[in-house]
């Protein structure tokens, strides 16, 4: 039986998925003119950089990625390539999303636009991210990397958990938390 090395992956889309919905309930709260919480978007891009980001795509780009290319995947002109701008043009998502946010928070009040087009922008793209992910790249890195390698990529994706133990379960409150507040507003 071969070691999965990409389940823990599709696991972790689950978390983001979450996150994403929040953030496209709360936008569409300011779209209706019923949103106050300017904090949810800092917890939320807290989330997007630190858990979908640095814990995340760190397995990622600098594990699988890195494998499917040594096993024979172009890095360019390839779903590697693809999904690496993909995290690039996400992160802009994030920076833009965060300066108006910042400014929104400082008394700001012509922003609300700019917030509900980068969060709208980031969570299509992170759905249809995951999704392409979930269906396209990570079955065929499970029938083309060889089973040799997949020790050593349990290995890192264990040294990239190990980093922050708390992290993974930290961000599962976040979640729930903002999970229960919506229901209990609902």
């Given at each position: 039986?071969?070691?999965?090395?990409?389940?823990?992956?599709?696991d972790?889309?689950?978390?983001?998925l979450?996150m994403?919905?929040?953030?496209e309930?709360?936008?569409?709260?300011?779209?209706a003119?019923t949103f106050n919480?300017?904090?949810?978007?800092?917890?939320?891009?807290?989330?997007?950089r630190?858990?979908a980001?640095?814990?995340?795509?760190?397995k990622?780009?600098?594990?699988?990625f890195v494998?499917?290319?040594?096993?024979?995947?172009?890095e360019?002109?390839?779903?590697?390539?693809?999904?690496?701008?993909?995290h690039d043009?996400?992160?802009a998502?994030?920076?833009?999303?965060e300066?108006?946010v910042s400014k929104?928070i400082?008394?700001?009040?012509?922003?609300?636009?700019?917030?509900?087009?980068n969060?709208?922008g980031?969570?299509t793209?992170?759905?249809?991210?995951?999704q392409k992910?979930?269906?396209?790249?990570?079955p065929?890195?499970?029938?083309?990397?060889p089973?040799?390698v997949?020790?050593?990529?349990t290995?890192?994706?264990d040294?990239?958990?190990?980093a922050d133990?708390?992290?993974?379960q930290?961000?599962?409150?976040m979640?729930e938390?903002y999970?229960?507040?919506?229901?209990a507003?609902?």
């Amino acid at each position: 039986m071969s070691e999965n090395i990409t389940q823990l992956m599709m696991d972790e889309h689950q978390l983001i998925l979450r996150m994403i919905t929040l953030v496209e309930n709360n936008t569409a709260k300011i779209e209706a003119g019923t949103f106050n919480d300017w904090n949810f978007y800092l917890d939320a891009i807290d989330f997007v950089r630190n858990y979908a980001d640095r814990f995340h795509h760190a397995k990622e780009e600098d594990v699988l990625f890195v494998e499917l290319v040594k096993n024979g995947m172009p890095e360019k002109s390839s779903p590697i390539e693809a999904m690496l701008m993909e995290h690039d043009l996400g992160r802009a998502f994030i920076k833009n999303l965060e300066e108006a946010v910042s400014k929104t928070i400082q008394g700001s009040e012509d922003l609300h636009q700019v917030i509900v087009e980068n969060a709208k922008g980031y969570a299509t793209l992170l759905r249809g991210h995951i999704q392409k992910e979930d269906q396209i790249l990570y079955p065929l890195a499970e029938r083309v990397l060889p089973e040799a390698v997949r020790p050593r990529m349990t290995a890192a994706y264990d040294k990239v958990n190990a980093a922050d133990p708390e992290l993974e379960q930290r961000y599962q409150a976040m979640v729930e938390r903002y999970e229960q507040a919506s229901v209990a507003c609902d």
